[in-house]
């Protein structure tokens, strides 16, 4: 089948990390934008220094002609019933309603070790096949809630988090509906020792956002040896743009093409702008990729 239409989006985590306030921390937004426009990106996802208020939002991202593509949201659903999960979403999800962003970066945070520099990465909470099903319901429920706003819920698997392996992945995806979508992120697939590409496949119907960041290979080696934490993997510089890392890119659009995806791919690799200067790799990001979907059939709008 041949390929359809994407459009490049960038995450402004590479300017200024939201779990890391010293990496870029003194960044302003205006630069994060105009930089992600004039390295070619057609949208940007939300970040810590964005404010979810559309009519404040709306103005800001016209005036450096980009879309809002999507955003992150620290999902508490094991915690908390839909009610009170859609309470605190509501705020974000109106902004993006409002904004035409297509869908809403959910991850289950609950347990999460994400953020805790001193703690590794294998001392993560992990779930039971019950907890699944739980977690399953309410989910299916609060996607069916955004749904209805118009933005769809977009499940990234993440490192440290309850839904980090191909396995865990597979077990979300059978305790959820069809309006839990799956973002699948290159990047942290691969950490997790993940076949992102036959996780693309088994679950195309499902793929609704992707995230492409690469791996330093060295790195994750280390990482995985010395069982680093998430933040300290991501100091060491486990993770870069694509085109400096080793995943295979070609390989990646060409299953995307396979599956007729259509919709945001969105650069989003946290590092230190110190020593990776966000706007030089966030040129490198778009030309290998631009490069590889081209070759993969796709037709890149702006």
């Known amino acids: 089948m041949a ?24 960044t302003p937004l205006e630069t994060c934008l105009a930089e992600s426009r004039a390295a070619g990106y057609a949208g940007t996802e939300t970040g810590v ?9 709306g103005p800001i991202l016209r005036r450096h002609g980009l879309a809002l593509v999507s955003g992150w949201f620290s999902g508490r659903l094991l915690d908390l019933s839909v009610a009170e999960e859609q309470q605190r979403i509501a705020p974000q999800l109106a902004t993006f309603a ?72 597979d077990a979300l995806m059978a305790a959820t509906g069809e309006e839990v979508g799956l973002l699948v992120d290159t990047g942290h697939a691969c950490y997790a020792g993940a076949d992102w590409l036959a996780l693309t496949r088994r679950h195309a119907a499902r793929v609704v956002h992707v995230h492409c ?34 995943i295979d890119y070609d390989a990646f659009a060409a299953t995307l093409a396979a599956i007729s995806y259509a919709g945001w791919v969105v650069v989003e690799a946290e590092q230190d702008p110190a020593t990776a200067p966000p ?24």
Request: hydrophobic share 45%.
């Open 49 to 57: 220094k964005f404010p979810m208020d559309a009519a404040t939002l």
């Open 3 to 26: 390929a359809g239409t994407i459009r490049l989006g960038v995450a402004p985590i590479a300017w200024s990390n939201s779990d890391l306030p010293e990496l870029g921390g003194d």
């Open 98 to 169: 409002a904004l035409g962003a297509p869908v809403l970066v959910y991850a289950e945070t609950t347990g999460s070790v994400q953020t805790r520099r001193t703690t590794p990465i294998s001392r993560r909470r992990r779930l039971s096949a019950e907890e699944f099903k739980v977690l399953g319901a309410r989910m299916t429920a609060l996607a069916r809630h955004t749904q209805a706003a118009g933005v769809r819920l977009a499940y990234h698997h993440h490192m440290a988090t309850v839904v980090e392996t191909e396995a865990e992945i």
């Open 279 to 302: 706007y030089d790799y966030a040129c490198k990001g778009h030309r290998h990729l631009s490069a590889a979907f081209g070759r993969a059939g796709f037709t890149i709008a702006a």
């Open 213 to 246: 960041k690469d791996i330093r290979p060295a790195v994750l080696e280390e990482a995985r040896a010395r069982d680093l934490s998430f933040l300290d993997a991501i100091l060491a510089g486990v993770f870069t743009v694509p085109g400096d890392g080793f």
